[in-house]
């Protein structure tokens, strides 16, 4: 098994931006030109790339799906997309503009049948994200905030088949403190993998991440690779040294 370093390109009305905490009224605009970004972090050496769709992630209409589209024709390294996929229409659209993974978030909880026959059928294309506040799942674009702990969703997900994570602590998101890497490594220890995700702001926390491995097996990085606190290619050699 190897550590991967998931660069994140967070789609907001076709630009590139990110929020902290998840929250839409805290958005900083990075780029407009995702492909572009997209192009640039492949250079750099990324082996994957994460995309999110926010709008879709908040329920609202956008071209979102003709950028993730854009991305993936313009780099041959493989993407991860999430946000607003709650059908499996919405699943196979995504993998059409050529998503190699497809990560579901909401339907978790609220469609749980679906996200079975979708962990049958797509196997390790397929990725949840268990998205917490305080120990519970927060859905809807991380605007409710449920019941469900985050244990609890785990294993409902292990048994319906799901074979990834990815976890959120949305505390954290944003806030450059640092990912919860035990709580990470706590969901791991239940049977599938895990990707961290959510607060990483130096390259210590890039190291701390790729030593969790291999109950670990990644994080995603976004706002301190666009605020330039430390660039893919320096968190790509700390992995390694790591």
Sequence with gaps: MTFTLYPAIDLRGGKAVRL?????????????????????FAAQ???????????????????????????????????????GLR??????????????RVVLGTVALRKPALVSALAQRLGPALAVGLDARDGRIAVSGWT??????????????????????IYTDIARDGMLTGPD???AAQLAALGASVIAS??????????????????????????????GRFTLNQALASIASA
């Design 20 to 40: 902290v905490q998840g929250r839409a009224d805290q958005q900083t605009v990075y780029g407009d030109d995702p492909p572009a970004i997209a192009r640039d």
């Design 45 to 83: 050496g990324a082996q994957w790339l994460h995309v999110v769709n926010l709008d879709g992630a908040f329920g609202e209409q956008s071209a979102n799906l003709q950028v993730l589209q854009q991305i993936c024709n313009a780099v041959t390294i493989p993407v991860q997309f999430g946000g």
């Design 87 to 100: 059908t499996g229409a919405d699943v196979d659209r995504a993998l059409q503009c050529g998503a190699r």
């Design 144 to 165: 409710e905030l449920s019941d469900v702990t985050t244990s609890e969703l785990a294993h409902r997900m292990i048994d319906a088949g799901v074979q990834r994570f």
């Design 181 to 183: 890497l035990v709580g």
């Design 198 to 227: 959510g607060g990483v702001g130096n390259l210590a926390h890039v190291t701390s991440a790729a030593r969790t491995l291999p109950q670990l097996d990644g994080v995603i990085v976004g706002k301190a690779l666009y605020e």
